[in-house]
């Protein structure tokens, strides 16, 4: 106990992030007698963070949550040093002789991107780091020290839940699809940028003759009266192009034909004119606050509207936008708090359901699965801090052999609700902490150094400041430092195929990736492939070795193409659905079928009420063990 | 429960945790009527865990003044003499909590736990009781019981690196979905004195040892008239032979009751912070579970030791009960 008392006070501790897990967490480690803590979040507070992250009151909203937090634990421990910054931990300042000053950093994050961020930091500047993310009554803790244990990234993480375009756009099957539809494509199609490719209408408009006069189909034409316009989009979208899908005889021989429906059956005249009066002496006219559902008397977001009201809701928010937003469109990207923006997504996807035969639902559940919204309590996040606490003070007596993960369960295993279980060794394929190269393939007189960038070195690989070589030669470089030569250079290069570059890149060829900021470098070997599969490998390009492990990735990679959580970069999502009983975790190899259950029951109960599930990666979570070897491929941490 | 919605700003406030246990079990949290007894710092982690998640109201009850021990792991009483001399346990922590939530009533009774009548505990759904002694559990325990409707009752108690909570639901019923079936389910629980009256011998060799190492505490501080927590490592010696006349008289061998164990829990009797949030988080989920009716509650004891890190859940009854 005076071993742990001395390294406590002495230890210098990082928190990244300041939220549900960072308010417990800094308050526990408070009342621990930690004495110097540095805590990083760029978030203000929300008035949705109330209900869990107890140090903040409904007269903090809109403020840092880093601040807050700080002065919050000052009032019953004002001895302890806390220094907080409301800022990215991407940001520059926070570089590898940043991490180094502390014993261990402890992640309370809520994205993929900054948890992958932090873990190169560590792994670069040597400091042990302590994990942890919930979901509901789920979470889990994990550690990870170099050398010893396996980094956050030794195991694929799962790719965010994709549906193929034509389960979207032609044979819908769950809600979710409608929502999908009615979000990013219907929504983003009327308000968004109109320059965007959109797939709305190119499937269920068999061949490229009609898509053409499509075109117009969604602008509003000159001086057309904006309930003849509400109307027009209507009847085309869930009426002529369902009869178009119809037409089609093959798509629906084994599957239930949908009903096309249109606005004289769903609206009497009466109703379509008294639609648009009600709204008139609406006493706001601030953009977040103009709402569908008040212009027309609807109160409670937890009813599940009939076709007639999701109609009336669909007219009435497709109104409201043109009169009272219209500056915005052209302009708009669907947000979750922008209440008219749910209310249009929530009537338009319900339309399509009840069109489908797919059961309608509330505008809370809408709201929740179109956002992406994390379910949160605040018990779960208070026993996870707690258990981070205890594996960093190992940490910090270097107890090696007492480290462990930790999950909690909804129901227990083995009788247990918290589940310790032995780190696993470092996965020596793992293209982060080991030096493994990874395979590309990819069609190198095609796919030019931009797509290379973006979707390989960014989105696969996480990095932020990429440097790209081909042995000696520099490629491409990314920063604020370089000088007009280099960047009209670089410029030139990103649009050359990869084949055609100052040092031509082609099958064989090994390319060298590495983030100055992260200190972090992996090698690339490069394959030509002539051709891929668009539905399959919408990238043009494949990347595998550590990201494409076998059992994983095959469903994934059959799945590929629209993701519900497409417009949000730092958010990524997986769909649980109840039917089948699946949690989509990503490291299935720990998966055992005992605990495999236990997630199973755990997410049947959790969306009995409900036909789908959303789980933010705060959470990529839950119930792997290691109890068992069978099947289990990974070596423990001996 | 139908009728009453929830307003837009609870609807708001909630919308979170409305996602993982839906509208109508947030509704009957907004009713229901909880008392805890003894503060220390798990049950100021279950506080502020149940007034975060809306209660109807919550009553607190601990007429001990102040001091270093008090604070030392209650995040709910500053440190600043002026603020907390003269003033009460109870009276501290409501000031503070009254702040979290202004959507539920917190406030404080004073009185001790034994002289508190039946109808005193008819006031409430959950009754919490930590740091009172055995008899007094016991009491309490029998007046909930007494009740006709029913009263979930729980104790729970941190020593060293450990801590146990202990459920009452007495007879439960619940209806539990399983994918698309609905299944009513129904748990009959003892009290506390029948389930630490179950005899040693009958149950599983590989209960929890913190089960009984925690039952000869209690038995050793009720035998010397100490209050709970009471005990140092002076007492050690002591400790050991009650727990060699228990071993021996429940006719199970001695190592049911590891002397490190035991060590640990009589050296350290104050409560270590991280296993407070931790109990105190299950506590709250449990409380939330059996208001709600949602979900399988726990029974009907709970057991965390940092040391090995298992939070492991026990059922000590007799197995025809
Ligand atoms: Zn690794």
Same mark, same amino acid.
């Given at each position: ?6 390294? %406590?006070k002495? $230890? ?5 992030? !300041? ?8 308050k526990?480690l ?5 004495? #110097? ?30 601040? %807050?937090?700080?002065?919050a ?7 302890v ?10 940001d ?24 992958r ?13 302590v ?8 979470g ?7 050398g ?10 799962? +790719? ?21 539809? !009615? ?10 940028d109109?320059n965007?490719?959109?797939?709305l209408?190119i ?6 003759s009609?898509?053409?006069?499509? %075109? ?18 209507? #009847? ?6 369902i ?12 599957r239930?034909k ?7 059956d ?49 007219f ?24 008219? +923006? ?27 699965? +179109?956002?992406?919204?994390?379910? +949160?309590?605040?018990?779960?996040? $208070?026993?996870?801090a707690?258990?981070? %606490? ?8 270097n ?7 930790t ?14 279980v ?21 069609n ?6 931009? #797509? ?19 042995g ?11 000088d007009?030569?280099m ?87 997986? !769909?649980?659905? #109840? ?11 720990r998966?055992?079928?005992?605990t ?9 109960d ?23 070897? $069978? ?6 941490m001996q | 429960? *139908? ?36 503060i ?7 506080? /502020?865990?149940?007034v ?77 009781? &930590?740091?009172? &002694? ?17 009263v ?8 060293? &690196? ?8 007495k007879?439960?019923?619940y209806? /539990? ?20 009256s179950?005899?040693? /011998?009958?149950?599983?060799?590989k ?42 008289a ?15 829990l ?41 040391? *090995? ?5 026990e ?7």
């Amino acid at each position: 106990m005076d071993l742990q008392l001395s390294v %406590v006070k002495g $230890a210098k501790v990082l928190m990244v992030g !300041a939220g549900g897990i960072g308010c417990e967490l800094l308050k526990t480690l408070a009342l621990s007698g930690f004495q #110097d803590i540095h805590i990083i979040d760029m978030d203000t507070i929300e008035v949705s963070n109330l209900n869990r992250q107890f140090l903040f009151r409904q007269s903090h909203v809109g403020q840092s949550k880093s601040k %807050v937090a700080r002065d919050a634990v000052l009032k019953f421990r004002p001895h302890v040093s806390i220094k907080s910054y409301h800022a990215n931990v991407k940001d520059p300042e926070f570089n590898v002789e940043f991490f180094k000053q502390f014993n261990v950093v402890l992640n309370g994050l809520d994205n993929l991107d900054a948890r992958r961020h932090v873990n190169r930091l560590c792994l670069a500047a040597n400091v042990p780091l302590v994990e942890s993310g919930t979901t509901g009554f789920l979470g889990q803790v994990t550690v990870h020290v170099k050398g010893r244990t396996e980094c956050y990234e030794c195991q694929p993480k799962p +790719a965010p839940k994709t549906y193929p375009v034509c389960t979207i756009t032609s044979t819908p099957s769950k809600f979710v699809h409608c929502i999908v539809w !009615a979000k990013d494509l219907l929504f983003a199609k009327l308000f968004g940028d109109k320059n965007q490719e959109n797939d709305l209408n190119i499937r269920s408009s068999d061949g490229a003759s009609s898509s053409e006069n499509v %075109v117009d189909v969604f602008e509003r034409r000159e001086g057309e009266d904006i309930d003849d316009y509400g109307r027009r989009i209507f #009847d085309h979208v869930f009426g002529y192009n369902i009869e178009l899908a119809l037409s089609n005889e093959e798509t629906w021989k084994n599957r239930n034909k949908p009903k096309p429906i249109y606005s004289k059956d769903v609206l009497s005249d009466e109703l379509a004119q008294q639609n648009g009066n009600v709204v008139q002496d609406s006493a706001t006219d601030d953009g977040l606050s103009v709402s569908a559902m008040s212009s027309l008397g609807m109160k409670n977001p937890q009813d599940i509207w009939s076709l007639s009201e999701n109609s009336r809701i669909f007219f009435e928010s497709l109104r409201l936008f043109f009169m009272k937003r219209g500056k915005e469109i052209g302009n708009l990207s669907f947000d979750k708090d922008d209440q008219l +923006a749910v209310e249009f997504v929530t009537a338009a996807a319900n339309i399509r359901a009840a069109s489908f035969g797919i059961p309608l639902h509330s505008l809370f559940e809408a709201k929740g699965i +179109a956002g992406n919204i994390v379910h +949160a309590v605040a018990t779960t996040n $208070a026993i996870i801090a707690g258990l981070i %606490v205890i594996e960093a003070i190992k940490v910090l007596k270097n107890d090696i052999k007492s480290y462990r993960m930790t999950y909690c369960l909804e129901h227990p295993t083995r009788k247990m609700l918290l589940m310790p279980v032995e780190p696993f060794e470092p996965n020596e394929s793992c293209y982060v902490c080991s030096e493994t190269p990874l395979l590309l393939e990819i069609n190198t007189h095609r796919s030019k150094l931009k #797509d290379f960038v973006e979707r390989i070195v960014k989105a696969k690989l996480g990095m932020n400041l990429p440097i790209i070589m081909q042995g000696s030669n520099l490629l491409f470089e990314a920063g604020d430092d370089l000088d007009e030569d280099m960047i009209a250079n670089y410029e030139a290069n990103l649009e050359k195929v990869l084949a055609e570059l100052p040092s031509p890149v082609t099958s064989g060829t090994m390319l060298t990736v590495e983030d100055l900021l992260q200190e972090f470098t992996c090698n690339i070997n490069i394959k030509h492939r002539e051709e891929f599969d668009e539905e399959k490998e919408p990238d043009g390009m494949l990347l595998s070795g550590w990201t494409q492990p076998v059992s994983a990735s095959e469903k994934e990679k059959e799945d590929k193409s629209i993701n519900n959580g497409a417009n949000s970069s730092d958010v990524t999502v997986e !769909a649980v659905e #109840d039917e089948t009983g699946v949690v989509a975790v990503g490291v299935k190899k720990r998966r055992i079928s005992e605990t495999s259950e236990v997630a199973a029951n755990a997410a049947a109960d959790e969306t009995n009420h409900k036909q789908y599930q959303v789980i933010d990666d705060e959470d990529d979570l839950v119930v792997l063990d290691g109890n068992s070897d $069978a099947g289990n491929k990974r070596k423990r941490m001996q | 429960m *139908d009728g009453e919605e929830l307003t837009e700003q609870e609807t708001a406030l909630y919308d979170r945790q409305i996602r993982v246990w839906g509208a109508d079990a947030q509704r009957r949290l907004s009713k229901a009527h909880v008392l805890v007894y003894g503060i220390k710092g798990t049950i100021a982690e279950f506080c /502020k865990n149940i007034v975060l998640a809306g209660v109807g109201s919550l009553t607190l009850v601990d007429d001990r003044v102040a001091n270093e021990e008090a604070l030392s792991s209650n995040f709910l009483i500053p440190p600043d003499e002026n603020v907390y001399r003269g003033k009460t346990l109870a009276e501290l922590c409501c000031d503070s909590l009254i702040d979290f939530n202004p959507m539920v009533r917190v406030s404080v009774v004073k009185g001790d736990l034994s002289d508190f009548g039946i109808d005193f505990f008819n006031k409430f759904d959950v009754v919490v009781i &930590s740091c009172c &002694s055995l008899a007094a559990k016991k009491l309490a325990n029998d007046k909930c019981r007494k009740l006709s409707k029913r009263v979930s009752f729980y104790t729970v108690d941190c020593r060293d &690196s450990c801590g146990e909570i202990f459920v009452d639901l007495k007879d439960y019923r619940y209806s /539990k979905k399983k994918l698309e079936e609905t299944n009513e389910c129904q748990l009959q629980y003892p009290c506390f004195e029948d389930a630490v009256s179950v005899p040693w /011998k009958a149950l599983p060799r590989k209960t929890s040892k913190l089960y009984f190492a925690m039952r000869v505490i209690e038995k050793f501080e009720e035998a010397e008239g100490r209050s709970p927590g009471e005990v140092s490592v002076a007492d050690l010696p002591g400790v050991l032979k009650l727990k060699e006349e228990l071993c021996s008289a429940q006719s199970v061998n001695e190592s049911h009751v590891p002397d490190s164990l035991l060590e640990r829990l009589v050296t350290n009797t104050t409560e270590f912070p991280p296993v407070c949030a931790i109990i105190g988080g299950i506590l709250g989920q449990e409380v939330i579970k059996a208001i709600s009716g949602k979900g399988d509650p726990l029974k009907n004891f709970f057991f965390f030791d940092a040391m *090995d890190g298992k939070g492991v859940m026990e059922d000590i009854s007799e197995p025809n009960a």
